[in-house]
């Protein structure tokens, strides 16, 4: 008799409608927290892959800017070589030219060209060396297409501070100018084949050589106090400069790195 009443009572509760009501309340509840764990976990995985591409964008920008200095670098090695080459061949004739610390400038001492004070034509004695200056520059850039690592090569006139007229009344400015035209035109008049050196061209297409003048602005020697010390100034630089990265390169090379790394999420989850 007992063990029948329990029997009913238990089925009584299965009947009870307050705890058909709690079931399936527990039931929803265990259904929105599975939901719950689900949404969690997309999102986390969501925003694992943000990052990892985050990441990723990241370090590819960061190769490119690596890549960038360490073809800057190479250039610059290559620049080196070609005024430490055009130095010693030069020195080998008996020429006596200069490169600068940072093997970026080779300059023209007056004496090897005939500048005197006030002058700027190349004196008839000093054509032939002249010549072989504007030769042995084009041969060694020439040899294995170093010339292709390089943006443009100046021709810079010089002057001593000693106020003249200078041509047409244009000064020291004007004087300056000349000398590296004055050496230009005997260049490209006179070297053939070769040898020449308008035949170069930039990575853009625009002739390699150009020609200016800076007047008594960039002297080599400060103390002048005499002609000897004066002559010093009274040369020619040439000066080499290679294909760098734009700004727009390095600025686009920037931006998508801060973009990359603005797309990790944060603490709080956002990103």
Do not use: C
């Not at 709690?22 to 764990?37: E, N």
């Not at 925003?47 to 985050?54: C, G, K, R, S, V």
């Not at 003249?164 to 230009?184: D, K, M, Q, V, Y």
């Amino acid at each position: 008799m007992h063990t029948r009443r329990r029997t009913r009572q238990s089925d009584g509760q299965l009947n009870d409608p307050y705890w058909i009501s709690f079931t399936d309340i527990m039931s929803a509840l265990l259904l929105l927290f599975l939901l719950a764990v689900v949404l969690l976990m997309t999102q986390v995985t969501k925003q694992t892959q943000e990052l990892a591409d985050a990441k990723a964008t990241v370090e590819q920008q960061q190769e490119r800017f690596t890549t960038q200095i360490d073809t800057l670098r190479a250039a610059e090695e290559v620049r080196a070589a070609i005024l430490l080459e055009v130095q010693e061949r030069l020195r080998q004739h008996g020429i006596d030219v200069t490169v600068s610390e940072n093997n970026s400038v080779l300059s023209i001492p007056a004496e090897e060209i005939g500048f005197e004070s006030g002058s700027y034509d190349v004196s008839e004695q000093h054509r032939a060396n002249a010549l072989l200056i504007g030769s042995t520059i084009s041969d060694v850039i020439a040899d294995n297409d170093r010339y292709t690592v390089l943006d443009t090569v100046f021709v810079e006139g010089h002057t001593d501070n000693v106020p003249t007229s200078g041509p047409e009344g244009t000064g020291n400015w004007g004087l300056s100018t000349f000398r590296a035209i004055s050496l230009w035109r005997l260049w490209e008049t006179d070297l053939s084949g070769s040898a020449r050196l308008d035949q170069f061209r930039s990575s853009a297409g625009a002739p390699l050589f150009s020609v200016s003048g800076y007047g008594e602005t960039r002297p080599a020697n400060a103390q002048q106090v005499n002609d000897e010390a004066r002559a010093v100034n009274r040369r020619i630089d040439i000066r080499f400069t290679v294909v760098r990265p734009t700004a727009e390169d390095l600025a686009a090379i920037v931006e998508t790195t801060k973009a990359g790394a603005s797309a990790e999420p944060t603490a709080d989850g956002e990103s």
